[in-house]
Structure formats: structure tokens, C-alpha cells
């Protein structure tokens, strides 16, 4: 059987932790960051720091990034 292809686009977005779950940085931080752009400090502060990517979802990046990242 030949090996599995990576997904590079997926590979540079997402991380493994040493448990084996997925690590993804947060969208929605980018545009509108200014006082006026209606993003609170609170917010933007949150969207910092990266989240797991959920247990349904997981099934689906594990395909495409089949050994590890």
C-alpha cells in the first residue's frame, strides 16, 4: 500500500500536543482590532492563544495529516 500524502496547507495551520490532540490558532483576529473595529480588549487578547480542535473535528485532521505534524 503507498504512503499517505500530508496535507501541507494543513500542516502549517495545525499542531500535535504530546497527548496526541490538535492544536489550531483561533480565527476572527486579524481585521477591525481598533477601538472602532468593536473587538474588545478582553477579546482580542483571547484570540491570542491557540485552542484544541474539537473531538468531532479530530477524526477529520488526523486524515489529513496522518503522521503527526
Given at each position: 500500500m503507498p504512503k499517505?500524502?500530508?496535507s501541507r496547507a494543513t500542516?502549517?495551520?495545525l499542531k500535535r500536543t504530546g497527548t496526541?490532540?490538535?492544536k489550531r490558532g483561533?480565527?476572527?483576529s486579524r481585521h477591525?482590532?481598533?477601538m472602532k473595529g468593536?473587538?474588545?480588549r478582553k477579546r482580542k487578547r483571547r484570540l491570542h492563544k491557540p485552542t484544541l480542535v474539537?473531538?468531532?473535528e479530530r477524526y477529520h485532521m488526523q486524515?489529513?495529516?496522518p503522521y503527526g505534524a
Amino acid at each position: 500500500m503507498p504512503k499517505m500524502k500530508t496535507s501541507r496547507a494543513t500542516a502549517k495551520r495545525l499542531k500535535r500536543t504530546g497527548t496526541g490532540k490538535i492544536k489550531r490558532g483561533r480565527s476572527g483576529s486579524r481585521h477591525h482590532l481598533g477601538m472602532k473595529g468593536g473587538k474588545s480588549r478582553k477579546r482580542k487578547r483571547r484570540l491570542h492563544k491557540p485552542t484544541l480542535v474539537e473531538h468531532s473535528e479530530r477524526y477529520h485532521m488526523q486524515k489529513l495529516l496522518p503522521y503527526g505534524a
